[in-house]
T-cell receptor, first 117, second 126 residues
Framework: AQSVAQPEDQVNVAEGNPLTVKCTYS??????LFWYVQYPNRGLQFLLK??????LVKGSYGFEAEFNKSQTSFHLKKPSALVSDSALYFC???????????????FGKGTKLSVIP | GAVVSQHPSWVICKSGTSVKIECRSL??????MFWYRQFPKQSLMLMAT?????????EQGVEKDKFLINHASLTLSTLTVTSAHPEDSSFYIC??????????????????????FGDGTRLSIL
């Protein structure tokens, strides 16, 4: 089965500074990777995805992610953090486990981002 | 963009009660919807895949008689927690993919489309 790992439970960054939320993946075949954000007591919102093409993917709210095949990473980045970016961020990979009838998303454990004013 | 509406957003009820949660795709048709459970400070755990017009596919360890799923139309899936107990208290989230009007033969293409999530239902069993 495919999997993703988010090595950091929490990331703190000062407002205006660049931010990075890390994600590494383990897949057989080509990876299909996604980033989602979750605000308190809300569902998840899609930020961006990598299927094929350019390694630098641009998404919503000024976020981007860099796909690095040699390092099996898909880190989420933003040049200048906002306080409103504070939320829980999930990396996910498309997966079809044995016995499943359709593709699913397998999520990382999440990283809490806190942007300090 | 695609919107998924989930209702209710918050439920508090007594132990032994059955609770129904609705998940609707508001501006697109969803042949497949997903039901997740999320514990505090943890990731989403897929409970089941809901398929329109057929039986849901449950993940290992999820009791199908406890968590009843019905996907009667292309825009509505329901999750019923039967005879709920305090250990069923959790945050339940549904999602769906907007695959447009492509044919069913494009499952791979559809699987690359992002999932759109409802805002979740906070279930508290007393």
């Amino acid at each position: 089965a495919q999997s993703v790992a988010q090595p950091e439970d929490q990331v703190n960054v000062a407002e205006g500074n660049p931010l990075t939320v890390k994600c590494t993946y383990s897949v057989s075949g080509n990876p299909y990777l996604f980033w989602y954000v979750q605000y308190p007591n809300r569902g998840l919102q899609f930020l961006l995805k990598y299927i094929t093409g350019d390694n630098l993917v641009k998404g919503s709210y000024g976020f981007e992610a860099e796909f690095n095949k040699s390092q099996t990473s898909f880190h989420l980045k933003k040049p200048s953090a906002l306080v409103s970016d504070s939320a829980l961020y999930f990396c996910a990979v498309r997966d079809m486990p044995p016995g499943a009838g359709s593709y699913q998303l397998t999520f990382g454990k999440g990283t809490k981002l806190s942007v300090i004013p | 963009g695609a919107v998924v509406s989930q209702h209710p957003s918050w439920v508090i009820c007594k132990s032994g009660t059955s609770v129904k949660i609705e998940c609707r795709s508001l501006d697109f048709q969803a042949t497949t919807m997903f039901w997740y459970r999320q514990f505090p400070k943890q990731s989403l755990m897929l409970m089941a895949t809901s398929n329109e017009g057929s039986k849901a596919t449950y993940e290992q360890g999820v009791e199908k008689d406890k968590f009843l799923i019905n996907h009667a139309s292309l825009t509505l899936s329901t999750l019923t927690v039967t005879s709920a107990h305090p250990e069923d208290s959790s945050f339940y989230i549904c999602s769906a993919r907007d695959c447009g009007i492509r044919s069913a033969g494009s499952k791979s293409w559809c699987s690359n489309q992002p999932q759109h999530f409802g805002d979740g239902t906070r279930l508290s069993i007393l």
